[in-house]
């Protein structure tokens, strides 16, 4: 089993829709839960941290169960400019927290 | 202006050569990592180093090697033992201790020739 999991998409969506993404880990320990983003052939950047009461920052909300192990990004009122590839990242078992394990990417693409 | 850099964009590789890629950030992190990305696929670990003169090898660290002399570098040198180096590499540091995210540099292209 892959340590951190996301469905590869490509989610297609109209503007304007609702669209959310799972990612499931599989260490309980784990502590530290993140989204980034990555445009095509650029470098990937931080979306946002994800907290255990769950947070909000404008269109974009993250989710986190523990108990299920996973995380959720939700986006609202999608734009044109969300088309990018979003990537679930854990703090991994070994290592200690000091490394970040990416997943491969869920895929978003809006259209007009 | 605080950040990552990685130089050169874009190197490209003869048969049997050793290339090194530059990574310096002025962040004062302590972590740093080296990612491979291929085309189409996600984010491989080949070595970290949570502290000067110390590092770990990552999943993908055969043909590679890399130093850590001072704090604000972590060069990558891509070996004549790496078989298939074409990719992606990307660079990233950030402070240690929990809930602490990564930042990037830019990224450098790597093909052969």
């Known amino acids: 089993r892959k340590e951190v999991e996301q469905d590869p998409g490509p989610f297609n969506v109209p503007e304007g829709a609702t669209v959310a993404f799972n990612c499931t880990y599989s260490?309980?320990?784990?502590?530290?839960f993140f989204w980034y983003r990555q445009d095509c052939r650029k470098e990937p950047k931080l979306l946002m941290s994800?907290?255990?009461s769950g947070n909000e920052d404008g269109r974009f909300t993250a989710q986190l169960n523990r108990a299920s192990q996973y995380i959720s990004l939700l986006i609202r009122d999608s734009k044109l400019s969300d088309s990018a590839t979003y990537l679930c990242?854990?703090?991994?078992?070994?290592?200690?927290?000091?490394?970040?394990?990416f997943g491969a990417g869920t895929r978003l693409a809006v259209h007009p | 202006d605080g950040g990552i850099t990685q130089s050169p964009k874009y190197l490209f590789r003869k048969e049997g050569q050793n290339v090194t890629l530059s990574c310096e950030q002025n962040?004062?992190?302590?972590?740093m990592y080296w990612y491979r990305q291929d085309p189409g696929q996600g984010l491989r670990l080949i070595y970290y180093?949570?502290?000067?003169?110390?590092?770990q090898k990552g999943d993908i660290a055969e043909g590679y090697s890399v130093s850590r002399e001072k704090k604000e570098s972590f060069p990558l040198t891509v070996t004549s033992a790496q078989k298939n180096p074409t990719a992606f590499y990307l660079c990233?540091?950030?402070?240690?201790?929990?809930?602490?995210?990564?930042?990037f540099g830019d990224g450098t292209r790597l093909s052969i020739l």
């Open positions: 990233a540091s950030r402070m240690t201790g929990v809930g602490q995210p990564q930042h």
């Open positions: 260490n309980s320990a784990s502590q530290s």
């Open positions: 994800v907290y255990s």
């Open positions: 990242v854990v703090n991994g078992a070994s290592g200690g927290y000091n490394k970040l394990i």
């Open positions: 962040l004062n992190h302590d972590a």
């Open positions: 180093s949570q502290i000067v003169n110390d590092f």
